[in-house]
């Protein structure tokens, strides 16, 4: 396995006396009575809003409660994205917005974190023209927002974090979004330099998490009613936990916990989807049998630009030992349309990609050149027209492969756990199960948070409907 394993508990020492500052935070909020407010503006993937979740923990450790208006905090932390151009520009464009909050109060303190200001440049330009930002601190910095806050409210100075120090901080207090759902980080950063992608620059090498320490915590969320548990990593399934525990063992390990819940990973690299992992999968009945293995493109002289590793035949054989294994699996894609260099005949590798994998779903995305990366140098970029035409072609043969796909559970019998009440209709929940797609029932609100036997009475491309039974 990669030598990507860290100590966990090496930050403890750097850990504990942040939390100290937050005593002396919330001991100085306390002093002059005064119960503040925190708002946390999240943008981007799964990991950021884990992160988020221990920034507000961070922020309660600190005295603040949670609002969900940046209007009444005086605590504003920003954590944002840097996967696409179009994220930053938007983070930019609401912290821009937090500038009359701070015009109104001086004593609002604003801090961005996250993969934007990762970048020096990012963090460069905050400072200097958004004056108004009290700090910022880089992914591997979320433990010393204790101290960047304290700093702010008794010297007023703005500070400007680039540690560049990748480790684990490991027992940071976490304030989860959800009860019943809830996301498990097992490892950070990446090795696998995809030439379109900033995320190894941004939150660096590979480090994965302690096993025993990830099995203590889902031994907890378990205890506190997590039944839906996410493990999440840049690149999940290369996590190496030490002493041979890659991420089937760890699987194995927490599905053989006690309690009814069930056990999702993401984000897979094709080149790290072993048959030890595929078993896992097949074998062990907490495992939803969803399988997200983003492929990107069908060429293989994409792939091959891409820097991904693997061919578009490597990666069909190994959906084949997928579907071998777990017949009746979902399986979705991250896709790339119009990488530098993409011609139609590229491009048509891609839809015979997804009539080949019959996928249930993808995620797609026109391609966005992001600064640092070598794509970005790459000559022939594709024109935006000609990415936007394919795009479209992209949807419209996914969507007819996704309605078949949804098909197939019409009439089946599904235990699903009711997430949330439909964000279309008060009086319907919404919920989850191996289908990847959401099921939406009558049901009332009591029943969040527990799974329910459902029958599956209508199929569309985006959801499934379905009765309770
Ligand atoms: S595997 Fe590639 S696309 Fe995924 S985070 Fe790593 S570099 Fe980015």
Redesign the pocket.
């Known amino acids: 396995m990669a030598a990507n394993y860290i100590e966990s508990k090496i930050i403890d020492p750097t850990v504990a006396p942040e939390l100290a500052v937050a005593g002396k935070v919330a001991a100085r909020h306390a002093k002059r009575g005064v119960t503040p407010k925190y708002f946390i503006q999240t943008f981007g993937c799964q990991q950021n809003e884990a992160d988020s979740e221990r920034l507000a923990g961070l922020c309660e450790a600190m005295g603040y409660t949670r609002t969900s208006s940046p209007d009444d905090a005086l605590l504003i932390l920003v954590n944002t994205c840097a996967i696409r151009e179009h994220a930053e520009k938007k983070a930019l464009s609401i912290i821009g917005q937090y500038k009359h909050i701070k015009d109104a109060n001086p004593d609002v303190v604003i801090g961005v974190g996250g993969c934007m200001v990762t970048q020096e440049a990012r963090s460069t330009k905050l400072k200097m023209s958004y004056p108004y930002v009290s700090f910022t601190f880089d992914t591997g910095a979320i433990h010393k927002v204790p101290s960047l806050v304290l700093n702010a409210l008794e010297k007023k100075s703005r500070q400007f974090v680039l540690s560049d120090n990748w480790t684990i901080a490991e027992s940071l207090p976490i304030a989860r979004e959800s009860k019943h759902m809830a996301w498990l980080s097992i490892m950070y950063g990446?090795n696998?330099?995809?030439s379109y992608?900033i995320?190894?620059y941004v939150r660096g090498r590979e480090r994965s998490r302690r096993a025993d320490d990830i099995i203590e915590e889902a031994k907890q969320l378990i205890a506190d009613g997590a039944r839906d548990i996410t493990l999440l990593g840049?690149?999940v399934n290369s996590y190496n936990g030490g002493d041979g525990c890659d991420i089937a063992e760890l699987l194995h390990r927490i599905a053989a916990l006690d309690g009814d819940f069930r056990l999702r990973f993401m984000?897979s690299?094709p080149k790290d989807a072993s048959d030890r992992l595929i078993e896992a999968m097949a074998t062990e009945e907490k495992i939803v049998k969803h399988f997200h293995l983003p492929v990107q493109s069908g060429s293989n002289e994409i792939l091959k630009q891409m820097n991904r590793k693997y061919t578009a035949e490597a990666y069909l054989e190994k959906i084949a030992k997928l579907r071998a294994a777990v017949p009746d699996v979902s399986i979705t894609s991250d896709i790339i349309v119009g990488f530098p260099g993409e011609t139609e005949e590229d491009f048509e590798g891609t839809l015979r990609m997804l009539e080949a994998a019959r996928y249930d779903m993808i995620f797609s995305f026109i391609y966005s050149p992001r600064n640092g990366t070598p794509a970005a140098k790459m000559e022939n970029q594709v024109p935006h027209d000609v990415s936007t035409a394919r795009f479209e072609r992209l949807l419209a043969t996914q969507n007819k492969i996704s309605d078949e796909r949804n098909r197939r559970f019409l009439g089946r019998k599904l235990r699903v756990l009711a997430e949330d009440v439909s964000k279309n209709d008060e009086t319907m929940l919404t919920g989850r199960g191996d289908p990847v797609r959401p099921v939406h029932f009558a049901g009332g609100r009591e029943l969040i948070g527990q799974f329910v036997d459902v029958e599956v009475t209508g199929v569309s491309t985006f959801c499934l409907e379905a009765k309770i039974i």
């Open positions: 990446c696998n330099f995809c992608c995320v190894p840049q690149n984000t690299h």
